[in-house]
T-cell receptor
Framework: GAVVSQHPSWVICKSGTSVKIECRSL??????MFWYRQFPKQSLMLMAT?????????EQGVEKDKFLINHASLTLSTLTVTSAHPEDSSFYIC????????????FGPGTRLTVT | AQKVTQAQTEISVVEKEDVTLDCVYE???????LFWYKQPPSGELVFLIR??????QNEISGRYSWNFQKSTSSFNFTITASQVVDSAVYFC???????????FGPGTRLSVLP
């Protein structure tokens, strides 16, 4: 149980285009999902917290107009990187917190984005 | 503010050696969770353990063991008889009781040489 999927697992796009990444909780409902970014040889940094049916909360330094987050249902959150640039190339990982239990976060497998 | 420190950036050991990865944390909460994750080259985080702040019992799972000491705010991870497949980046993490404010340490890159 407690499986989180991400799609796509990797994507290459041209500079200036937009990319959407999906995060799904497969066997549980998640009121809250989190988006992290990990640059090479660095740790995971929280970008934003996404609550179902409401606006996402962004961490300091993260551009909300560039990283659009939508959490339309209890099992799906999407991150859209708009007008992507090479510096947005990174590993993006989502996690989902179950509505039940102590609220543990379950992590997705990550999406590797390369902007050329 | 919560903070996790992993002082060892990289460690190299020879297969079958024991290795301990250090983790020191800071929090003002009385109730919190501590975690260890393994991140192999594929990138996917592999959950290893979660420890409640009220449970200071050390835990052993196969070749893995964890030493939680609230007095020193440490949650160290030991791999006994290391294997090449243990090579990965290991992250220690801390969260509030409700799973909020999940903070990762900088990670320790472990290389186990044959």
């Amino acid at each position: 149980g407690a499986v989180v999927s991400q799609h796509p697992s990797w994507v290459i796009c041209k500079s200036g285009t937009s990319v959407k990444i999906e995060c799904r909780s497969l066997d549980f409902q998640a009121t809250t999902m989190f988006w992290y970014r990990q640059f090479p040889k660095q740790s995971l940094m929280l970008m934003a917290t996404s609550n179902e049916g409401s606006k996402a909360t962004y961490e300091q330094g993260v551009e909300k107009d560039k990283f659009l987050i939508n959490h339309a249902s209890l099992t799906l959150s999407t991150l859209t990187v708009t007008s992507a640039h090479p510096e947005d190339s990174s590993f993006y990982i989502c996690s989902a917190r179950s509505v039940e239990g102590p609220g543990e976060q379950y992590f997705g497998p990550g999406t590797r984005l390369t902007v050329t | 503010a919560q903070k996790v420190t992993q002082a060892q950036t990289e460690i190299s050991v020879v297969e079958k050696e024991d290795v301990t990865l250090d983790c020191v944390y800071e929090t003002r909460d009385t109730t919190y969770y501590l975690f260890w994750y393994k991140q192999p080259p594929s990138g996917e985080l592999v959950f290893l353990i979660r420890r409640n702040s009220f449970d200071e019992q050390n835990e052993i799972s196969g070749r893995y063991s964890w030493n939680f000491q609230k007095s020193t705010s440490s949650f160290n991870f030991t791999i006994t008889a290391s294997q090449v497949v243990d090579s990965a980046v290991y992250f220690c993490a801390l969260s509030e009781a409700g799973g909020q404010n999940f903070v990762f340490g900088p990670g320790t890159r472990l290389s186990v040489l044959p």
